[in-house]
């Protein structure tokens, strides 16, 4: 279980100016949460201190009970696995050594057998298993982001945070995320918490959507209560045309007047 309790953050050294204020909320468990928000409303920096990688002004974050602070790096690393929204990597590595990385918390760099198996499954998952000796650098930007993912799988941890993982997929790779990220929920029993901003994508395939604006969480909800003008409004500050599809409420953004 994850819960955040009136946490608060700031980039200042003093504080001076607060990027998080004052976030409460618990993570569902064996749920798709999405984080969602205008640019610079704080979503990665609370994912960043939900998993312990930036510290807190106050308040607290706690895992299964224990405040995020007294985890043990390697153990957090078996709960927690963290796709940043990009990626530095300064080594040119392949694509293989790459998801092996997901393994290192659980066989401290000495890969068993069981690993390379997750190595394996992980790559398949991502259709990455023909590009499984290419460095890196030498694959597309959506190639790329895939074999991330796949390193996020193989980590195999309860707990899954996704910092924008569309970003650079195509179409058909962005629902194939969302379908591989909902069969971890549904055949994996995994909890995930993602940032999207593509509204529909959160709206067809989030359990729970989670609203940020400057800072602060102001409307949380199931899709179907968080999908209406009103709140995209006061979330985005756009008028989004709704319209029903499949009984589903989707989000128009064309400027048609
Ligand atoms: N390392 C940093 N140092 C100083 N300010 C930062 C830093 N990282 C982010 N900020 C500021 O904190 C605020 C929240 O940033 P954050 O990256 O959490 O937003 P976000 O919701 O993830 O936005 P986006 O959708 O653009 O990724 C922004 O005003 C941003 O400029
Ligand atoms: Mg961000």
């Keep these: 279980m994850i819960e955040v309790k009136n ?11 607060k990027t998080l204020e004052d976030i409460n909320f618990s993570v569902r468990e064996h749920t798709i949460t999405a984080l969602v ?6 979503k990665s920096t609370l994912l ?3 998993a312990n990688l930036l510290p807190a002004l106050s308040g607290s974050v706690l895992l299964d009970g224990t405040d995020v602070r007294r985890v043990k790096t390697n153990a957090m690393a078996k ?8 990626q530095l990597l300064s080594i040119r590595v392949t694509v293989n050594d790459l998801v092996e990385f997901g393994r290192f918390p659980h066989c401290a760099g000495r890969l068993t057998q069981l690993d390379r198996d997750k190595v ?8 990455l298993t023909e ?4 460095y890196l650098d030498e694959l597309s930007g959506g190639q790329r982001q895939r074999a991330f993912i796949a390193m996020i799988l193989a980590q195999d941890t309860p707990y899954i945070f996704l910092d924008e993982p569309l970003n650079n997929l195509d179409v058909k790779y ?18 995930v918490v993602m940032v999207l901003h593509d509204i529909n994508f959160a709206a067809a395939y989030a359990g729970y959507i989670v609203a940020m604006k400057d800072g602060r969480i102001i409307r949380e909800g199931v899709p179907e209560e ?3 003008r009103e709140t995209l409004r006061a979330v985005f500050d756009f008028d989004f045309r709704i319209e029903k599809y499949g009984g589903k409420n989707v989000c128009l953004y064309f400027d048609n007047e």
Excluded at 131 to 134: A, I, M, S
Aim: zero cysteines.
């Design 7 to 17: 946490v608060s953050q700031s980039y200042n050294r003093h504080g001076q100016r």
């Design 37 to 42: 928000g205008a640019n610079g409303a704080g």
């Design 48 to 50: 960043g201190v939900m």
């Design 79 to 86: 709960k927690v696995a963290f796709l940043k929204q990009t």
């Design 120 to 127: 394996s499954q992980a790559l398949e998952y991502m259709n």
């Design 131 to 134: 590009l499984r000796e290419r």
């Design 174 to 191: 962005s629902v194939e995320m969302m379908k591989i990220v909902q069969r971890l929920v549904s055949e994996l029993n995994k909890t």
């Design 226 to 228: 968080m999908i209406t």
